[in-house]
C-alpha cells in the first residue's frame, strides 16, 4: 500500500468511528448497525455477539439513558489494503432521569477503550470485531444538566461558514 492509501484508510476508519458514536448519541441504531460488517463480533460485556444481537441489547439498554460520547487518542494500524486493526479511548457521560423529576439526572462518568477489527469491503470501511472494556466508572447522584440538549446552537451558525 502506498503511503497515501493508508492515510485514506485512517481517514475513512475514524470518520465511521466518529459516525459510531454520534449515532449511539442519537439512539440510531440502524445507523450503528450499519457500521459493522454483515458478520461483525460485538462485545459490549463477557461474551462477544452478533451485529444484530448486540444492537437489539444495546437500544434496550441504552433506551434509558441520553448520552455523551468522546472518542480520542487512536492507536490505529492498517495492516493491508482491506484489514485494520486499533484501540480507541472513551470517556462517556451517561444521563439517566431521576424519577419524577423534570430536571434531576442521575449521571454515569465512565472511561473505557473499544478494541477493534476493521475490514474494507467494496471500498467502504466497516467495523468487523469491536471489544467494548470499561476501565472506570463514577457514579453521581441527583445532578443537573446545564443546557437542554443539542441543538441549541445552531440558529447561530450559518450553513455558508467554512
Known sequence: M???QKVAALRSIRSVK??????VDDHDWDGVSNLFTPAASIAYGAEP?????AMAESA???ARY?????GYNAELYVD???SAHGRWHVQDRLYRRVDGSDDL???IHGFAYYDEIYECLDGRWLIAGLVFTRTRKDLRMGVRKTSGGAGWWASAI???EP
Request: overall charge negative; proline content about 6%; aromatic content about 10%.
Open 158 to 160: 450559518s450553513e455558508e
Open 80 to 82: 493491508s489494503p482491506v
Open 2 to 4: 502506498t503511503d497515501e
Open 60 to 62: 434496550a439498554h441504552m
Open 49 to 53: 455477539k452478533p451485529r444484530a444481537v
Open 105 to 107: 439526572y442521575n449521571l
Open 66 to 70: 441520553e448520552s455523551v460520547h468522546n
Open 18 to 23: 466518529a459516525r459510531y458514536f454520534r449515532c
